[in-house]
């Protein structure tokens, strides 16, 4: 378990491969009764199919905190350099919400 400093707040460690970050532009979000699935892939010109780059597993409770911690810090983000814009194309549910596998909207 990771020790907590004075101010309540987490020490942690990043490796210099992780700290790098990779890019995404698409999530696929599935969840089962026990747990949110979350695969980032990267869509690019001239490539036949996206890469799942990462896998994060979640139990629904910290789902739910993340999302919070995402409308922060958006309205954060926001408050800071301006409401952010979709383009032309509104964006689209395209996240299948189910249970796994292939009959319940997980794409393989």
């Known amino acids: 378990m990771e020790e907590q400093n ?3 707040q987490l020490s942690i460690e990043i490796k210099p491969d992780i ?6 532009n698409l999530a696929i979000i599935t969840h089962s009764a026990s747990e949110f699935v979350m695969d980032f892939a990267s869509v690019l ?5 996206p890469e799942v780059l990462s896998r994060i597993i979640m139990n629904p409770e910290n789902a739910k905190k ?3 911690a995402l409308q922060d810090n958006i309205g954060k983000y926001e408050n800071q350099f301006g ?3 979709f383009g032309p194309e509104k964006p689209k549910a395209t996240f299948p919400m189910g249970g796994f596998g292939p009959k319940n909207g997980n794409i393989s």
Do not use: D, T, V
């Open 45 to 49: 010109p001239g490539f036949a199919k």
């Open 66 to 68: 993340l999302l919070l």
């Open 6 to 8: 004075k101010n309540n």
């Open 19 to 24: 700290a790098k970050g990779q890019y995404s």
């Open 83 to 85: 409401k952010i814009e």
